[in-house]
């Protein structure tokens, strides 16, 4: 997809290099001091040798899913307001992350996504609806996540980057072309698995892209209490992997510089870590009061960053997008939110027996026990109508009790 | 009292039949049955991988994958950063790309690390995804105590797992079920917590792993997940055991029959899932049940135990149902863990005060 790459670790050579002791392979995997900026936020294109502006088309079709997922974080929103699901954590602001972790990907390859990627996964073609089953409440997940080779959204913090470099180190002892792209936020950076799955992947050299959204908060805490490291990127270079750092409100940049990182990675280059800077527009969830420890001057600063508004700029002034083009983007989006606010007001009839179904790949004698006590409870709640059939592998041990 | 049939552990006789004859002589231990387990299942499904920390080139700290490496290659059985987390979260996106990972966790105490993993993912995960991920991992731990460990070396962490549903917990006690629970527990769907008593290692039988082999990949192994089996018969109490606590059982049920009393002993095999119907079928019989088991008596497995047998079998007990269990201390260090460990007398105590009359 992107083009910015030779391949070696050497697409990723830090910019502004302070020299000193450190040998050059070494400095080659610190990040640059300055995040990657293609597009600024005038919409002016900022030039960068290392990493060319991603094409016209591509840029387009990338607006495109941008403005889908502000209107996808936007609608979610409003039906957690009206009572049609428990909880939503808004990726709004950070739209540009979401989209381009999904449209970096080729089919082969797998996302891993956190509770905060919804638009990520949504991108990467996985039905909303599905998606939001989760935050519905019906189950725990939506999707298969072989179908569109999107893991379930993690909940637990930075366990799924494990997961990930399972993923593809499976693939690689098979000799497959994956790349998995595994997302955390700046938060996840200091629980232990985060490490443990980059030095894994660095140890076992499988292609991997550990994609970081510093949007500055974790919940409360602001990223100044989760570390004094000079940028998340640095932790890289501990393990031996390069660091890069990139405008996480930039679609252009983001396209760019995680482009070249899944293609180092599926050309064997091993894995790298990338960290967006971004912000959190809105609180962590509904459930969240972000006024308790933020100020509203400290997201006002962030408005005229947001990653839509410069975008749009970039392209009305080549062109590329005309308002015919903008209307045919709203009408998808409002589609899609369409579907979503149907999907999401029609009643789901959640099974109860379908409890005990998952746990193991068949029952146990206990599970058996317990689906049969459930399933009388309820028809005895039901009322004098007639008794359900029994269930086909039958009530297990039935004791002698009197 | 009734004549107990004095059947060595060895010899006795699955429940479903099809034990495999010895060759004569042949002999091996439980940590070399544990070894061709694990290079048969190698050899019959090229998913199946293992790894850990110094499972390659060692061999393992208790040999138990030696030679692994250099038959099959450092991609098949290989060393991993010394992070317990990172070997689960790998071995959980293995299995989602269709791999059938066995890690070792080198000691009970030294899993914990990992707990994250196994309880929010290897457990979950099939239920979470309404099976379609299903993660076929078999975490092997060196398990239990009686092997003079310093600290850490030897807990007993099995109510851990065994209550985390979603997870298949194992706990072999002999040479013979050793190697067929191992490759039943690598050929599940279902992710395995595989408990290897490490004081029985080093224990003998009379078995020809190359017919086991044989046995269980011409189907013919009789299943033993959620299969207990009557280790020892008799028909005046019942000791329930798993692990290392059922050759002390059966030493009990020895020294009990000289006494005149007829003790059949049941090993459970497997903790989760349980085995009710084995286990009430010989308690409804006798009458009369300890549970024995090494890990703290507080809140763990031998409860469970005993709570089930007295909810499904109270109209045919003589006495309440007793625990032989660790006390509720920390593993003690090695020269006092034979005052905590269940011992042959401890438990011939316990059957004494089943209220026998005359």
């Excluded at chain 1, 800077?277 to 001057?297: F, I, K, L, P």
């Excluded at chain 2, 009430?280 to 006798?286: A, D, P, Q």
């Amino acid at each position: 997809m992107s083009t910015a790459t030779n391949g070696g670790r050497g697409s990723m050579l830090g910019g502004a290099s302070d020299g000193g002791a450190a040998p050059a392979a070494d400095r080659a995997l610190l990040p640059s001091a300055e995040p990657v900026q293609l597009v600024d936020p005038d919409g002016q294109h900022n030039h960068d040798d290392r990493y060319p502006l991603p094409d016209g088309e591509q840029l387009l079709g990338a607006f495109g899913r941008l403005v889908a997922g502000r209107r996808i974080n936007d609608q979610a929103n409003a039906l957690v307001r009206q009572g049609r699901m428990a909880v939503y954590p808004s990726s709004h602001g950070q739209e540009a992350c979401q989209v381009a972790a999904a449209v970096v990907l080729g089919n082969e390859d797998w996302l891993f996504p956190t509770y905060r990627d919804t638009v990520a996964v949504i991108t990467r073609g996985v039905d909303p609806l599905q998606v939001l089953t989760l935050l519905r409440g019906d189950w725990h997940g939506g999707y298969d996540p072989h179908e569109h080779r999107v893991a379930t959204q993690a909940t637990p913090l930075a366990t799924q980057l494990l997961h990930a470099v399972g993923v593809a180190h499976a693939a690689k002892l098979r000799g497959e072309p994956t790349v998995v792209l595994a997302m955390c936020g700046d938060g996840a950076t200091s629980e232990g698995d985060f490490h443990e799955a980059l030095n894994f992947a660095a140890v076992f050299h499988v292609p991997v892209v550990f994609f970081i959204q510093n949007n500055e908060f974790a919940i409360s805490v602001p990223l100044k209490n989760q570390t004094v490291a000079p940028s998340l990127a640095h932790k890289a270079i501990g393990y031996g992997m390069p660091g890069e750092r990139v405008d996480g409100n930039d679609l252009a940049a983001l396209l760019a510089v995680l482009g070249a990182a899944v293609d180092r990675a599926r050309d064997g280059g091993g894995p790298s870590l990338i960290e967006a800077h971004t912000y959190r527009m809105q609180a962590h969830t509904n459930a969240d009061d972000a006024t308790r420890y933020r100020s509203a001057d400290d997201v006002e600063r962030w408005v005229p960053r947001d990653p839509i508004l410069r975008m749009r700029t970039y392209l009305r002034a080549l062109n590329l997008l005309t308002d015919e083009g903008e209307r045919a983007f709203a009408d998808e989006a409002d589609a899609i939110a369409a579907a979503i606010r149907k999907g999401l007001n029609t009643e789901v009839e959640v099974n109860p027996a379908e409890l005990f179904e998952y746990v193991y790949t068949e029952k146990t004698s206990q599970l058996r026990e317990q689906a049969e006590q459930l399933r009388e409870e309820l028809a005895r709640d039901a009322g004098a109508g007639a008794a359900p059939d029994a269930p086909a592998d039958g009530a297990g041990d039935e004791g002698d009790q009197p | 009292m009734t004549q107990t049939t004095e059947a060595p552990i060895a010899d006795r006789a699955d429940r479903a039949g099809s034990t495999p004859a010895p060759r004569a002589g042949a002999t091996s231990t439980f940590a070399k049955a544990l070894n061709a387990a694990l290079a048969d299942a190698m050899e019959a499904d090229p998913a199946v991988l293992m790894f850990g920390e110094d499972v390659g080139t060692l061999g393992g700290v208790f040999r138990i994958t030696d030679g692994l490496t250099a038959r099959f290659g450092e991609e098949r059985c290989f060393d991993t950063p010394l992070a317990e987390a990172g070997i689960m979260g790998m071995a959980v996106g293995m299995a989602m790309n269709g791999m059938k990972p066995v890690v070792e966790m080198q000691f009970d105490a030294f899993a914990y690390p990992a707990f994250e993993q196994v309880v929010s993912h290897v457990a979950k995960m099939p239920n979470r995804t309404r099976g379609k991920v299903r993660l076929p991992i078999v975490i092997r731990i060196p398990y239990a105590g009686g092997i003079g460990g310093v600290e850490h070396h030897c807990d007993s962490s099995e109510a851990y797992y065994a209550h985390t549903p979603g997870l298949t917990v194992l706990a072999p006690a002999t040479v013979r079920d050793a190697y067929f629970m191992l490759r039943e527990a690598i050929a599940s769907p279902d992710p395995v917590v595989f408990l290897e008593p490490k004081k029985l290692y080093w224990s003998k039988e009379e078995v020809d792993l190359a017919e086991l082999r044989r046995t269980f990949d011409e189907g013919e192994a009789p299943r033993r997940i959620g299969r207990a089996v009557v280790a020892r018969q008799g028909t005046d109490a019942t000791l329930i055991s798993y692990g290392p606590s059922v050759p002390t059982a059966l030493g009990a049920a020895a020294a009990a029959a000289e006494e005149g009393r007829s003790i059949e002993v049941i090993d459970l095999r497997s903790i989760v899932p349980f085995d009710d119907e084995t286990v009430c079928e010989s308690v409804r019989r006798t009458g009369r049940a300890v549970v024995v088991a090494e890990a703290p008596g507080f809140a763990s497995v031998a409860s469970e135990i005993v709570a089930r047998v007295q909810e499904r079998c109270f109209h045919s007990l003589a006495a309440p149902v007793l625990r032989v269990t660790g006390f509720d201390i920390p593993y003690p260090s090695p020269k006092l863990e034979h005052f905590y460990l269940p011992s042959v007398d401890r438990i011939l105590d316990a059957v004494d005060d089943l209220q026998w009359e005359d």
